[in-house]
C-alpha cells in the first residue's frame, strides 16, 4: 500500500471487483456520490480510467484480481487500500448488499478512516510467482491424498486392506494386495497416483534450488529437523518481511495458530484457533510439528515441550498440543530468520544424565 496524507486525497474511490465487472463508486471530499458506475474487469479497461484520473484515495478487497489492480493503481499515482476481507463485516452483513453499494460502503470506510479495513500489502512479483510454484505443488499434493484415500477406502468395502507405505510408492507397493475384482478399476488411479508422485518429485527439485539460491536465508530455518526446502520457502515468502513483525510471538496469530478469544466474567472458554492468514504454510508448520513430536522426532526443548503438553490428558490433548508446538515453531522459525542465529535443540533444558529423552507421543 502506498503512503500518504488523506488531505492529498480530496477523492475517494471504492472498488468492488468481480470476475468480468467492476462496480465503482467515487466520493468527493465532503463524502457525497459524485459518480457510480461499472467497467470491465480488465487492464485496458483500468489503465484508461485510472491512468489519467486525479490522485485519489482507492480501497479495494483482497481477492483473485487485487494483486495486479493494486500495481497498476499505485503506478497511476493513486494512494491504494487493499482491504482485509475479515475485517469487511460491516459490507457482508448488510441487510441491503450489492455490488454497487459494497462499492460505496468501501469509499465510505476508507474515507472515514483507512485503518478499519485492516490493509494488506501485496507481494512483490518475482515472490508471487515463487509462491505459484509452491501452490502448484500444493494442489498435485492434495489431490495425490484424496486419490490414495479413494483408493484405500474402496479397497475396505471389499473386506481387503491395504499395507502401510509412503505416499512416494504408494501406487507400487499396493498393487500386489488389490482384490482380484478392483485390479481393472483401480488401475488407473494407480497410475494418475504415480504420475502425480513423479511431478511432485519434479517440484520438490525446483523448490530445494530455488531455496539454495534465491532465498538462502531458508538454510537457516532448515537448521531444524523436520523443517525441509518446502515449508521453509513458503514460510519465508508467506511473511516476505520479518521485520514487519514487532514480535516473533505475532508471527503464530498472523498464521491463523492462536486460539479464538471469547471471554466473558470468569467464563473463558477454549476455542478452535483462529486460521486467520495463509493456510499452507499452516498446514506445513502442523506437519512439522507431528514429526516433531512423533516417534522419529529427536530430542528438543520443543518436543520434550509439546509431549508435556500432549500427556495433561483430556480427547483432544494431543490435537491441541501439536497446534501448540506448531506455533511455537513459527516463532522460533522467525527468530532464526531475523537474528541468524544457529538453532540450539536443548537451549533451555539441559539433559541429566542417565535421564531417559525423546520418548514418543
Given at each position: 500500500m502506498q503512503t500518504s496524507d488523506a488531505a492529498e486525497?480530496?477523492?475517494?474511490?471504492?472498488?468492488?471487483?468481480?470476475?468480468?465487472?467492476?462496480?465503482?463508486?467515487?466520493?468527493?471530499?465532503?463524502?457525497?456520490?459524485?459518480?457510480?458506475?461499472?467497467?470491465?474487469?480488465?487492464?485496458?479497461?483500468?489503465?484508461?480510467?485510472?491512468?489519467?484520473?486525479?490522485?485519489?484515495?482507492?480501497?479495494?478487497?483482497?481477492?483473485?484480481?487485487?494483486?495486479w489492480i493494486s500495481r497498476l493503481l499505485a503506478e497511476a499515482g493513486h494512494e491504494v487500500i487493499v482491504?482485509?476481507?475479515?475485517?469487511?463485516?460491516?459490507?457482508?452483513?448488510?441487510?441491503?448488499k450489492s455490488d454497487r453499494v459494497d462499492a460505496e460502503w468501501l469509499a465510505r470506510v476508507a474515507r472515514l478512516d483507512a485503518t478499519l479495513l485492516a490493509p494488506i500489502r501485496h507481494r512483490e512479483s518475482a515472490s508471487q510467482a515463487a509462491l505459484a510454484l509452491l501452490r502448484a505443488r500444493d494442489a498435485l499434493v492434495r489431490a495425490r491424498t484424496q486419490l490414495v484415500n479413494h483408493v484405500r477406502g474402496t479397497v475396505k468395502v471389499f473386506g481387503a486392506r491395504l499395507p502401510r507405505c509412503s505416499t512416494h510408492g504408494f501406487?507400487?507397493?499396493?498393487?500386489?494386495?488389490?482384490?482380484?475384482?478392483?485390479?481393472?478399476?483401480?488401475?488407473?488411479v494407480l497410475e494418475a497416483i504415480e504420475t502425480l508422485s513423479r511431478e511432485i518429485r519434479g517440484y520438490d527439485?525446483?523448490?530445494?534450488?530455488?531455496?539454495?539460491?534465491?532465498?538462502?536465508?531458508?538454510?537457516?530455518?532448515?537448521?531444524?529437523?523436520?523443517?525441509?526446502?518446502?515449508?521453509?520457502?513458503?514460510?519465508?515468502?508467506?511473511?516476505?518481511d520479518p521485520h514487519r513483525f514487532p514480535s516473533s510471538r505475532a508471527v503464530g496469530s498472523y498464521l491463523g495458530l492462536r486460539p479464538r478469544q471469547h471471554d466473558s466474567g470468569v467464563d473463558e472458554p477454549q476455542l478452535r484457533i483462529t486460521k486467520a492468514g495463509d493456510g499452507a504454510v499452516r498446514r506445513l508448520l502442523v506437519g512439522c510439528a507431528h514429526y516433531i513430536l512423533g516417534p522419529f522426532g529427536?530430542?528438543?526443548?520443543?518436543?520434550?515441550?509439546?509431549?508435556?503438553?500432549?500427556?495433561?490428558?483430556?480427547?483432544?490433548?494431543?490435537?491441541?498440543?501439536?497446534?501448540?508446538?506448531?506455533?511455537k515453531l513459527a516463532v522460533l522459525l522467525h527468530r532464526l530468520w531475523i537474528t541468524g542465529a544457529t538453532y540450539e535443540p536443548l537451549r533451555t533444558l539441559a539433559v541429566a544424565p542417565g535421564a531417559q529423552v525423546g520418548t514418543s507421543a
Open positions: 486525497s480530496a477523492m475517494t474511490i471504492g472498488i468492488d471487483v468481480s470476475d468480468k465487472y467492476s462496480r465503482v463508486c467515487v466520493l468527493d471530499g465532503s463524502g457525497a456520490v459524485v459518480e457510480e458506475g461499472r467497467m470491465a474487469t480488465t487492464g485496458p479497461a483500468f489503465r484508461r480510467r485510472f491512468s489519467t484520473a486525479p490522485r485519489a484515495r482507492v480501497a479495494i478487497e483482497a481477492g483473485a484480481h487485487s494483486a482491504a482485509n476481507p475479515r475485517r469487511l463485516r460491516l459490507i457482508y452483513e448488510n441487510d441491503k501406487a507400487k507397493q499396493v498393487t500386489p494386495g488389490l482384490p482380484a475384482e478392483l485390479s481393472p478399476l483401480l488401475g488407473p527439485r525446483q523448490v530445494a534450488a530455488m531455496a539454495d539460491t534465491s532465498y538462502p536465508e531458508t538454510k537457516r530455518l532448515r537448521q531444524v529437523p523436520g523443517v525441509g526446502p518446502v515449508t521453509a520457502l513458503t514460510f519465508v515468502l508467506t511473511l516476505e529427536p530430542d528438543s526443548d520443543l518436543r520434550r515441550w509439546g509431549l508435556t503438553l500432549a500427556q495433561r490428558g483430556g480427547k483432544t490433548a494431543k490435537k491441541r498440543a501439536v497446534v501448540a508446538v506448531a506455533r
